[in-house]
């Protein structure tokens, strides 16, 4: 098990590091630099142009610029965005928190829903329900995230005209509100993206966790179960418990879904999260932002992903006790 | 004169004047045709081909004509424009007409780029040695690991405005991880074969192997991955558009006249719901197309015995 785990853990490190020169070499072999837009402003002139490329480190060779890069990123250190004048790292820090509310929020929603409605529809395989669902899934699987957010946006528009449909929080408002008020506030303007997420991963997870649990349902354990007289309803359960295994692997493999969907969906409904930034900070042609934006983004995926198989192997007997 | 062997059999003693073994029955494609729902789906697919074709034709404006800049600003649906016009007074049957052109083009050229370096790589993983292996895949897993539509955005952006044919490159690009994946997968399954020693024993290059022997028996898992292939390259293309980064102003496609719409989703439904509604169903189409393929691939379509 610890084996395993430091594997895991070594791997990801791996890939975070793969991540993290890919960015580089992704922004350093674009045409173009970074100041490009610098030169054709009559104020500044070449000696400034000059000062500010020191200043970022750009006049130094790219192997040095590379092992500097990697060396600042092991320190932690994302470097300075030259859009928001601040530190990277607190630019991130600002929105990273609302772009993992806004995603775990989704996650959780998703996977209890999608468990629940998955397990029912092969309970009652073949009945309307199971069709009608699985209709819906299939469905929703041909449908961008972005379309989706629009057409929730649009039904909300002539439906619930007081839901909120953009940002996080009232921005008058805010200022005057109780605690419980925001919380509330935070909440309402949660529903419209975080619904979106939830169709989405919802529709995936229902169709494995069915298939899952159709494999097992005729196994030999769920039929002693049956003959030693347990209700229906703890049947399902105990068969479940079998059948999660290859959800919880598959909330690991839908972490990259759920960062990129989450990218739209903020850009939807102009919530302040890192989809927005990295939007912007592409508009901007903002490197640094950029670059930070790829490597954490990557390095949450990966976590996620890290989380997930542990969580899978916690749960399956047979690789804790190795 | 004197055959003991009437000139109408051949060889193997079918009677010549029987019907030519169909070279059509043995594709997948009349198993396809057999299904409802897939040959609707063809058929939709074939007049969005038509459509995209013969587009200068049939549109009846150019996709970047602006009719009357102040009469006719985001005019909704009516007679004369089917689907309305958009903020620069462009009419949005004629945009749309043009941008199923450049969609599908793109989503069909990416998925062949991406569905060509996909088999290629995982050939090569497969049947490149231990060492290889482990190097390939490790790329790959990184590559997976960032979410496409960020090492979208990072190229895209980082490389300023793309023509139609830079980003059918960079979505295959982009887009080939998985299939690699596939493909080393099943690779890895039949390079044991008792076919694949045989013919290495017969003296065969390794190449001629991959391509002769392994690569026929990976052909339908491919055709399908690519199917479902062309469907993600259409969301992905609308997609980049949609944020911005798609192909330049004023040519047209789904996911920029999206675009179009975002911010005024409510006043100017049309923009919203007349792409979106062409990309829904056309993406269920194509993914109606692969589902069915799969299961003729598996053999699921053929009767029970």
Redesign the interface.
């Known amino acids: 098990m610890l084996a395993l785990v430091v594997r895991r853990l070594l791997l990801g490190v791996l890939i975070a590091f793969l991540v993290a020169t890919l960015s580089f070499v992704l922004v350093h072999a674009a045409p173009g630099e970074p100041f490009a837009a610098l030169r054709e402003d009559a104020r500044i002139t070449p000696e400034m142009a000059q000062r500010i490329r020191e200043q970022y480190g750009l006049d130094r060779p790219l192997g040095e610029q590379y092992v500097r890069y990697i060396a600042s990123l092991a320190r932690g250190d994302l470097g300075e965005s030259m859009l928001q004048r601040r530190r990277v790292s607190s630019v991130l820090g600002d929105a990273l928190p609302n772009s993992l509310l806004l995603m775990a929020t989704a996650l959780l929603v998703a996977f209890a829903l999608g468990v629940t409605l998955g397990a029912l529809q092969a309970y009652r395989h073949g009945s309307f329900f199971d069709r009608a669902v699985g209709g819906v899934s299939l469905t929703l699987a041909s449908v961008p995230e972005y379309l989706l957010a629009i057409a929730l946006l649009l039904a909300a528009a002539y439906l619930l005209p007081t839901l909120p449909t953009a940002g996080m929080s009232d921005p008058v408002m805010w200022r005057f509100m109780s605690p419980l008020q925001r919380l509330t506030d935070v909440a309402r303007h949660l529903i419209l993206p975080a619904t979106t997420l939830v169709l989405i991963i919802a529709s995936v997870v229902a169709r494995y966790q069915r298939a899952a649990l159709l494999d097992v349902l005729p196994d030999d354990f769920v039929r002693t179960a049956k003959a030693k007289g347990l209700s229906h309803g703890r049947v399902l359960i105990h068969a479940l418990r079998n059948a999660l295994l290859p959800t919880i692997t598959l909330i690991g493999l839908l972490f990259p879904a759920l960062f990129g969907g989450a990218v739209f969906v903020e850009n939807v409904f102009a919530w302040p999260g890192m989809g927005r930034v990295i939007v912007e900070a592409l508009m901007a042609r903002d490197y640094p932002l950029i670059l930070g934006c790829l490597v954490i983004g990557s390095v949450f995926v990966v976590a996620g992903g890290l989380v997930a198989d542990l969580a899978a192997m916690s749960a399956d007997p047979r690789t804790r006790a190795a | 004169m004197h055959r003991s062997t009437p000139l109408s059999y051949d060889v193997a003693g079918a009677p010549l004047d029987a019907p030519a073994p169909d070279v059509w029955r043995a594709t997948p494609f009349r198993a396809l045709w057999r299904d409802g729902a897939a040959r609707a789906a063809l058929c939709l697919l074939a007049a969005l081909m038509l459509v995209a074709v013969f587009a200068p034709w049939l549109a009846p404006h150019g996709p970047g004509a602006q009719l009357d800049i102040i009469g006719l600003k985001n005019v909704a649906p009516s007679a004369a424009f089917p689907f309305g016009t958009d903020y620069a007074s462009r009419d949005v049957l004629s945009r749309m007409m043009y941008g199923t052109r450049v969609s599908l083009s793109i989503a069909i050229l990416a998925m062949l780029l991406s569905t060509f370096i996909g088999t290629a790589y995982g050939l090569v993983a497969a049947l490149g040695g231990r060492f290889t292996d482990a190097v390939l895949m490790?790329?790959v897993?990184?590559?997976?690991?960032?979410?496409?539509?960020?090492?979208l955005?990072?190229?895209v952006?980082?490389?300023?405005e793309l023509s139609v044919n830079a980003l059918i490159v960079v979505i295959g690009l982009t887009g080939w991880f998985a299939a690699a994946r596939l493909v080393r997968t099943l690779v890895l399954a039949l390079r044991d074969r008792d076919f694949v020693t045989a013919a290495r024993g017969l003296g065969a290059r390794p190449s001629f192997i991959a391509v002769r022997h392994i690569l026929p028996h990976v052909a339908s898992p491919i055709l399908v991955a690519a199917t479902f292939g062309v469907?993600a390259a259409l969301?992905i293309e609308?997609?980049l558009s949609?944020?911005?980064?798609g192909i330049p102003e004023p040519q047209a496609s789904w996911g920029s006249i999206?675009r179009d719409?975002?911010g005024v989703?409510?006043s100017a439904?049309w923009l919203?719901?007349v792409p979106?509604a062409a990309?829904?169903i056309t993406?269920?189409a194509v993914?109606v197309i692969a589902d069915r393929l799969r299961d003729i691939a598996s053999g699921r379509h053929l009767p029970r015995s």
């Open positions: 490790r790329g897993d990184t590559f997976l690991a960032i979410p496409r539509i960020l090492l955005l990072g190229v952006a980082m490389w300023g469907g969301v609308a997609g949609f944020l911005g980064f999206l719409g975002n989703t409510v439904w919203s719901v979106g990309l829904v993406v269920l993914n």
